[in-house]
């Protein structure tokens, strides 16, 4: 029971320092596919974004270059993703859909990011912010940010309900009057 | 004389169970078409602009349907329930006939006018809108409208059926109706150009849209939209008159 | 007398067919003028002329001094029944001669006075229903009214009494008598003769758009080469024998129990004839009398058409 438990040390030894000797080898190309050094995206306003339909909330986010090298040719832009129905939205209709390009941010720099979002339909979403840049062949993605807009219920926006029930019922009681008038003259 | 005649038809078309339902049914459209405007998530959320837009296209379009399906039988009911000779045996003139009944429609239009106002009214709350919205509404459907009258009561006088002028008058319509709703990506043709300068319904649209979306509120502005709009009206107005003179040449009743 | 109406060489055609061809007669003043012919011999399009419905092809009409011309002149001073029998069925009465005397420019006070004054003449004064609900008697006698709103010196009324039971027909005619006896002249185009012999002081008939006889019912009777007739009364009925002897001659049979009368058209030597063969067959005559002939006879006469018994 105790050799099951425990197993001989000493023999696996070898095997661990060879997948150790690899990972050191291999790790820089993990590292730069996943994620790169240079730049950091953060949305700030994560906390502030949800909200009703109709609101226009302003996204703000900062890209921070955290590299020793100055960074050029930087377009970021928003993504949105419904996730109820498991589909990306349009960002024209929530008046999103515009692109901020840097020229260059150098070593250490901040530069603020901001949207106004138009919420146009009620529902859960991931938003990130993704930068493309110019001599890199693989976009930047921030981190995710959910957040979730209310259905505006409103029954009665600018009194359309007494106009919408109201002048039917103003129009039959007319007539009803001038036929009752036509009847009583006769 | 004319004004007898008005009288008789606003009483005999108008304040009847089947004028009465029509323009409940236009009140109810309007009642609904404003409810979905303002309430529905997505389209609530259109600008106002947007939203009197759309409503000026349903009036306009109720009402010219409604004006052609009664503006059609007027002329022919005289003539098949054979009450026309009586009216012709009075000193009445067969011109104060056609003008007593081409007012009667008329005053139909600015029934549904007046039953689209406080609607209209609802939509533009907020806005600064309201005062040309409703002259330019009330201007542009008035000649509009009355060039489809002059044309519908022209075709009475040839056809003497109020099936044939009511089924030619609506294809009429829906060949100015439907091209004047498509997009302006379907206009770029200068065939289809130039049918929409013609099309008194396009013409319509186009100075509604001149005023709310960008905001030209006075007639000489909108001016490139009425004149073929009146010009229209006098070619029909002629095309009446002469199938008047045809109708007295052979002889009135027959 | 002064001529009301005057038509000469009137010509008018439908599609190339001549409706009238060269029409002429006269009405005097004070007349009541009865308008005769067949079906399609031209009376409404006459009448339609007259009254200015129709433009004629070619001619002279005046009617009360107007030429056709001055059509709402004509109108003014005419009141026309016509053919058509159309009315607003949603009118009532007097809505209906209120609606006509606008038309004609009658001043509210005198419109409102002359309506009821023809209500109450026309018995249609307390009757509050709508039109659509009227009997065609009723509707006639409206038509009537309405006809007499803007108090016409000429009335014209094309087949006033088609439709009428006796009752309705003689209520009418009494009327149009009174109208005519307070001084209007009436023109009057009717189907039934017997209603024009009773009323009419002068007759025209036309046939295929033509004049053919025009003047009082003596005057036409002269006009015509008709032969006598004879009423006989007899006992019995006519033997199968006489129908092939005297056949054509024979018309207008009448048999009651054991009593036949008929009416022998033929000269007197005929008649004679006749009276011999029915005593051979043990007939007893009751009663034997000249009669003269009817306008049905003077019409049927003229107009070439033959005479059913």
Not at chain 2, 46 to 54: A, K, N, P, R
Request: glycine content about 6%.
């Amino acid at each position: 029971m105790k050799k099951m438990i425990f197993p001989d040390i000493k023999n696996c030894l070898p095997g661990l320092v060879v997948i150790s000797i690899f990972g050191l080898l291999f790790s820089p190309l993990w590292a730069d596919s996943i994620q790169p050094s240079q730049l950091i995206m953060t949305i700030l306003s994560e906390n502030t974004l949800s909200g009703v339909a109709g609101d226009f909330v302003v996204v703000e986010a900062q890209i921070q270059n955290i590299g020793n090298e100055p960074v050029s040719g930087i377009t970021t832009y928003l993504t949105l993703c419904d996730r109820e129905n498991k589909l990306p939205v349009d960002l024209e209709d929530w008046s999103a859909e515009k692109g901020l390009f840097i020229g260059t941010i150098e070593p250490g720099q901040i530069f603020p990011l901001t949207w106004k979002i138009h919420f146009v339909k009620a529902g859960d979403y991931s938003l990130a912010i993704i930068a493309i840049i110019e001599t890199e062949s693989n976009p930047q993605v921030s981190s995710l940010t959910i957040f979730k807009v209310s259905p505006k219920i409103n029954l009665n926006p600018g009194y359309v309900l007494p106009v919408a029930l109201g002048m039917p019922v103003i129009l039959v009681l007319f007539f009803l009057v001038i036929m009752y008038y036509r009847k009583q003259n006769k | 004389m004319i004004l007898t005649i008005w009288l008789k038809e606003i009483r005999e078309e108008l304040f009847t169970w089947k004028s009465m339902l029509w323009l409940l049914i236009v009140s109810l459209l309007y009642s609904l078409t404003s409810y979905l405007l303002l309430t529905n998530k997505e389209l609530s959320l259109l600008d106002q602009t947007e939203l009197l837009w759309l409503f000026s296209k349903i009036v306009i379009g109720a009402a010219f349907l409604v004006v052609t399906i009664n503006c059609s039988s007027l002329i022919n009911n005289e003539f098949e329930k054979e009450t026309a000779e009586s009216l012709f045996l009075t000193p009445l003139h067969f011109s104060g006939f056609i003008a007593g009944k081409i007012l009667a429609s008329i005053t139909l239009w600015f029934y549904i006018f007046l039953i689209s106002i406080p609607y209209i009214i609802v939509i533009t709350i907020g806005t600064n809108l309201i005062g040309p919205f409703l002259l330019f509404l009330g201007i542009l459907g008035t000649i509009g409208i009355t060039g489809i009258i002059l044309f519908i009561t022209g075709l009475s006088l040839i056809f003497r059926s109020t099936k044939n002028t009511l089924t030619t008058s609506l294809i009429f319509l829906f060949a100015f109706a439907v091209p004047a709703m498509f997009s302006t990506t379907l206009k770029i043709n200068p065939l289809a150009q130039f049918f929409a300068k013609i099309n008194p319904l396009d013409n319509i649209f186009g100075s509604l849209d001149n005023v709310l979306v960008d905001y030209q509120l006075s007639l000489a502005q909108n001016f490139k939209f009425i004149f073929p709009l009146i010009l229209f009206c006098l070619i029909m107005l002629i095309f009446l008159i002469f199938t008047a003179k045809c109708t007295q040449k052979r002889g009135g009743l027959k | 007398m002064e001529t009301c109406i005057s038509v000469k060489n009137l010509k008018k055609s439908y599609h190339d067919q001549p409706a009238l061809n060269d029409l002429s007669f006269t009405v005097e003043k004070g007349d009541f003028f009865g308008f005769l012919g067949p079906n399609g011999a031209g009376k409404t399009t006459t009448i339609r002329i007259l009254t200015g419905i129709l433009n004629l092809d070619n001619g002279e009409i005046t009617v009360a001094g107007f030429l056709h011309k001055e059509r709402e002149k004509i109108a003014q001073i005419i009141g026309v029944v016509p053919e058509s029998r159309g009315m607003y069925e949603w009118m009532t009465a007097r809505e209906y001669l209120d609606f006509f005397g606008r038309l004609y420019r009658i001043p509210p006070s005198k419109r409102k006075s002359k309506s009821d004054s023809l209500l109450k003449q026309f018995d249609l004064f307390s009757n509050k229903k709508k039109i659509g609900e009227y009997s065609r008697g009723m509707r006639q006698r409206l038509s009537l009214a309405k006809a007499l709103i803007n108090n016409p010196q000429i009335l014209f009324l094309d087949e006033p009494t088609l439709g009428l039971d006796p009752q309705g027909q003689e209520d009418i005619q009494n009327l149009l008598l009174e109208l005519n006896k307070n001084g209007i002249t009436i023109f009057l185009s009717s189907h039934l003769l017997h209603e024009v012999s009773y009323l009419c002081s002068r007759i025209a008939i036309i046939n295929e758009g033509k004049l053919v006889a025009e003047g009082s019912l003596d005057e036409l009777h002269q006009k015509t080469s008709l032969q006598e007739s004879y009423f006989i009364k007899m006992t019995g009925n006519i033997l199968p024998d006489t129908d092939k002897t005297f056949s054509d001659q024979i018309s207008k049979i009448s048999s009651n129990a054991d009593i036949t009368s008929f009416v022998f058209s033929g000269d007197i030597i005929q008649a004679n004839q006749m009276l011999n063969f029915l005593h051979s067959q043990n007939h007893k005559i009751l009663e034997f009398r000249l009669q003269g002939s009817d306008l049905t006879d003077i019409f049927l006469s003229l107009t070439e058409k033959k005479r059913s018994n």
